[in-house]
């Protein structure tokens, strides 16, 4: 290997099983201890080779690429503040990885590895990619099995088909180029599976077409400049808690199309989106949406809305349906927004007391809120029906000579009753008598509060929002 490194040979090692390479004498190739020879570009690589030592570089610059194939490190390899090329540990068996601090001009690779222990790249800056495509990572009694705050990436971030035990940390991340999870499984039953609290991706985020979470998704604070996706994810699970957790989120297009409902709450509280996608069919049964804004909303389910930001657990909060209403103005349908403006209305009277609910139930029946303002003609038509036939059998009695009365008319009189101003005499020439009395009482309160009713609903509806 000494003699392969100096003009960047591949040392293959597969078929002799107990080959044994010191873990020092890497490092010193990687530091420098030989010079390349003329025309060559030096670099250790190595497969089928098991490591024995530590692998430690901490602190050094490594003018060397590092590729190790199918290898077995005894030790996790050591990086921490190192300067480094690219460095490739594929297919390799090791009990973890600190590259805490490291800086590496190429890409970092560990894919296909197993990794029984932590992977460290916290503070970490990778200027061509992080590449974890297939790779198992158990965190033993680690809180996190990949412990990566604050971790800047450039050219992306792959961990395809990955199975990582034991949670994995971002928070704080940037990524430029995006950051691609499809089919990986994250296990933290119970705590969270995934932090990545306050992480910027540029392009997308794919947490799509297998993407497995048994513990929380941890986004609050993220900002994703493209798609985040979880089409056909699932399942997403963390019963009783949150699962899915977006609050103060800014994306410019969230598709939430997983293969199964989340399980577990998702929540989207004051987070901010440019398009939404989801099926109504995979909706989630606790949603909070308080504070959130999008300007889009996509998939089906448009007449279903209403129901989509009911479910907050919490229970009623208004802003969800403004929100939806300001929507549904802006795609065309004033219908569907009257509706939700209406159906917020009846759903905050659960929360009042008992006389202003039964206020606000009258202003329900009878104009609707002012949402419904011909609900009141139906009772007007009603009111005047009933109160001509009465007074059409039971004639009041006349309150002037009978040369100065005009002739009674049953529903002229009910009209007048009814209206403020008297319109067309009847009410001041006639008077019910008996029993009939409470009616025409009636009927006057009823015109007061239907008139009332009625000014509001009219005004309400010809507000511009």
């Excluded at 590895?113 to 033993?140: D, F, H, P, W, Y």
């Excluded at 450039?154 to 961990?159: D, L, Y």
Aim: hydrophobic letters at 40%; glycine letters at 12%; proline letters at 5%.
């Amino acid at each position: 290997m000494w003699d392969a490194h100096a003009r960047g040979v591949l040392v293959d090692l597969t078929d002799e099983p107990d080959a044994l390479v010191s873990a020092s004498v890497i490092a010193r190739l990687l530091l420098g201890a030989q010079e390349a020879e003329q025309g060559f570009v030096p670099a250790v690589r190595l497969r089928g080779a098991r490591v024995t030592g530590r692998l430690d570089v901490s602190g050094g610059t490594v003018e060397r690429e590092l590729r190790l194939e199918r290898c077995v490190l005894d030790e996790a390899p050591r990086f921490n503040d190192a300067r480094t090329r690219e460095l490739r540990l594929t297919d390799c068996v090791m009990p973890g990885f600190d590259g805490s601090g490291l800086r590496a001009e190429g890409y970092v690779s560990l894919s296909g590895s197993v990794v029984e222990g932590q992977v460290k790249l916290v503070r970490a800056q990778l200027s061509s990619g992080l590449r974890m495509n297939g790779t198992k990572i158990t965190a033993g009694d680690e809180r996190y099995a990949f412990f990566a705050g604050a971790l800047l990436v450039e050219g992306g971030v792959f961990v395809r088909n990955a199975e990582i035990t034991g949670g994995v940390r971002l928070t704080g991340a940037r990524m430029t180029g995006g950051f691609f999870l499809e089919g990986a499984r994250l296990s933290n039953p119970g705590r969270i599976a995934l932090d990545g609290q306050n992480i910027t991706v540029t392009d997308a985020m794919e947490c799509a077409r297998g993407f497995q979470a048994e513990g929380t998704v941890k986004l609050r604070g993220a900002r994703i400049d493209g798609t985040l996706s979880f089409d056909q994810a699932g399942p997403l699970r963390r019963p009783g808690h949150v699962a899915l957790q977006l609050s103060h989120a800014t994306v410019s297009e969230l598709i939430l199309t997983p293969s199964e409902p989340i399980e577990g709450l998702v929540s989207m509280s004051y987070a901010r989106f440019g398009v939404l996608l989801d099926d109504p069919e995979r909706w989630p049964e606790q949603l909070r949406l308080t504070g959130a804004t999008y300007e889009s909303l996509r998939g089906g389910g448009v007449t279903r809305r209403v129901d989509w930001v009911s479910r907050d657990p919490e229970g009623f909060r208004p802003q969800p349906y403004e929100q939806l209403a300001a929507w549904y103005l802006r795609d065309g349908n004033e219908h569907l927004a009257r509706r939700t403006q209406l159906l917020k209305m009846r759903r905050r009277r659960r929360t009042l007391s008992w006389p202003s609910r039964a206020w606000s139930a009258l202003l329900d029946y009878t104009v609707g809120y002012g949402y419904r303002p011909w609900q009141a003609f139906g009772w007007l038509a009603a009111i005047v029906a009933f109160g001509t036939a009465v007074f059409g059998r039971v004639p009041p009695r006349p309150l002037k000579e009978p040369a100065e009365l005009p002739d009674f008319n049953a529903f002229a009189y009910v009209i007048d009753l009814m209206v403020p101003i008297g319109a067309f005499g009847q009410r001041a020439a006639w008077d019910a008598v008996g029993w009939t009395q409470w009616l025409a009482y009636g009927i006057i309160a009823a015109g007061w509060i239907l008139a009332t009713a009625l000014i509001a609903g009219v005004t309400r509806v010809l507000r511009p929002n």
